[in-house]
């Protein structure tokens, strides 16, 4: 049976912050009803990378299909909402750990955006996304209830594969993907 803690802690997280054009939160509301009313709201997106022997790697992840929207797609290592009151650190930081076991990731951000998806399930996606990137390279333990599979890729495939195939990706890795090569290929000069 779970505490009144725990109770409370699912429903923090079940709660998401509801923004602005101009990332201002202007409330709270449920997960669910935030995406049954297309709400727009706070959001990140967290791409692990690392030095391979042919290049930047990426770490992917095909979400689990019983995720409650875009399930089976490919997707950056993490995406996820912060709670309200929760600074973007450390919600990146807690993602990390809870999906795939990674902590001590120093991660930075790298861009934001705002983007609109209508989903297959009658769902939208309106998020402002905010970028982050951290340099990785330990183990992963991925939660099967996120993610299906892990795996580091190259990024210039990574980037080849969405342009031929970007139905295979999540609404907003079409948009973070390329602003991610572009923050590391301009970091290497």
């Excluded at 290049?55 to 993490?78: D, F, I, M, P, W």
Aim: hydrophobic fraction near 40%; proline fraction near 4%; glycine fraction near 8%.
């Amino acid at each position: 049976m779970a505490s009144l803690a725990e109770l409370l802690s699912n429903q923090e997280e079940d709660s998401l912050v509801l923004v602005d054009m101009l990332d201002r939160e202007v409330g709270t509301m449920p997960k669910l009803a935030v995406h049954e009313e297309g709400l727009l709201h706070r959001a990140f997106s967290v791409f692990l990378v690392r030095s391979g022997e042919l290049g930047v790697e990426v770490l992917l992840q095909r979400r689990a299909r019983e995720k409650y929207h875009s399930g089976g797609l490919l997707t950056n290592s993490v995406c996820s909402h912060p709670r309200a009151g929760e600074e973007l650190g450390a919600a990146v930081a807690r993602r990390l750990q809870q999906e795939l076991g990674v902590s001590g990731a120093e991660c930075a951000e790298v861009g934001s955006f705002v983007y609109r998806a209508a989903l297959p399930n009658h769902l939208v996606e309106y998020e402002y996304d905010h970028v982050f990137v951290g340099r990785y390279d330990g183990p992963v333990r991925p939660d099967p209830h996120e993610a299906e599979s892990v795996a580091w890729v190259l990024l210039d495939e990574v980037l080849e594969d969405l342009r031929l195939h970007p139905r295979r990706y999540t609404a907003w890795f079409v948009t973070a993907c390329p602003m991610v090569a572009r923050w590391l290929w301009g970091s290497r000069a």
